[in-house]
């Protein structure tokens, strides 16, 4: 692994199924983060961990919940999947030690269609 | 609470300057990072201001006016490989979070 990868590259999924996104990093970075992108409206922050064991809520967090059990794994769960769900997922981390200039590193994406 | 402002769209001809603004409204602001995505890609890191001032890398440079909660991108001599979307980021200390503008949509023609 180099870098920071994501899985599944793209998902179609029907309603109300569950769905985990994965993330994996191996840049030993404290923090990590979940951004969805949809047309016109940028990158929002849906949830970030700052360090293993801690998380915190985005700008939109609501029907996605996240875990950090360790420093490399940062998955996304969509526990009932909705159609306002349908976007591309990015997956980023990043340097917050006090060396860190807190540059955020993007995996590749995951896109997600929700039927 | 977070305000950014860039322009949606720009076309410029290959080998030309083009200036991408952003303007800012940023709580607890300490920096502003630019970052380039073409499409289908994921956003990669460009630069990243801190302090007033220019910021020189190769063909491009980045400058910031803390005071004036502006910033833009110079891209110098465009290429076609430059067509791709612009995000302005600026970072909160306090949040620790980047927020990201909607991006500029660049347009390189021949």
């Known amino acids: 692994i180099a870098g920071i990868t994501q899985a599944p590259t793209s998902q179609i999924l029907a309603a109300g199924r569950r769905m985990t996104l994965r993330c994996t990093q191996d840049?030993?970075?404290?923090?990590m983060y979940w951004y969805r992108q949809d047309l016109g409206l940028g990158l929002r922050l849906i949830h970030y961990?700052?360090?293993?064991?801690?998380?915190g809520k985005g700008e939109v967090p609501d029907g996605y919940s996240v875990s950090r059990a360790n420093t490399d794994d940062f998955p996304l769960t969509l526990a009932s999947a909705v159609p306002s769900q349908t976007s591309v997922y990015f997956c980023?981390?990043?340097?917050?030690?006090?060396?860190?200039?807190?540059?955020?590193?993007f995996g590749p994406g995951t896109r997600l269609t929700v039927l | 609470g977070q305000n950014i402002d860039q322009p949606t769209e720009m076309t410029a001809t290959e080998g030309a300057i083009v200036q991408i603004n952003c303007t800012y409204q940023?709580?607890?602001?300490?920096?502003l990072f630019w970052y380039q995505q073409h499409a289908g890609e994921a956003p990669t890191f460009l630069s990243y201001?801190?302090?007033?001032g220019l910021e020189e890398k190769g063909r491009f440079s980045s400058f910031l006016s803390r005071s004036k909660g502006y910033s833009y991108l110079l891209l110098k001599e465009l290429q076609m490989k430059d067509s791709a979307s612009y995000l302005c980021?600026?970072?909160?200390?306090?949040?620790?979070?980047?927020?990201f503008g909607s991006g500029t949509q660049l347009t390189v023609l021949p």
């Open positions: 980023a981390s990043s340097d917050r030690t006090s060396g860190g200039n807190n540059e955020q590193f």
């Open positions: 840049m030993r970075h404290n923090a």
């Open positions: 961990s700052n360090t293993a064991g801690t998380t």
């Open positions: 940023t709580s607890g602001f300490n920096g």
């Open positions: 201001n801190v302090l007033d």
């Open positions: 980021a600026p970072f909160s200390g306090s949040a620790r979070q980047l927020t």
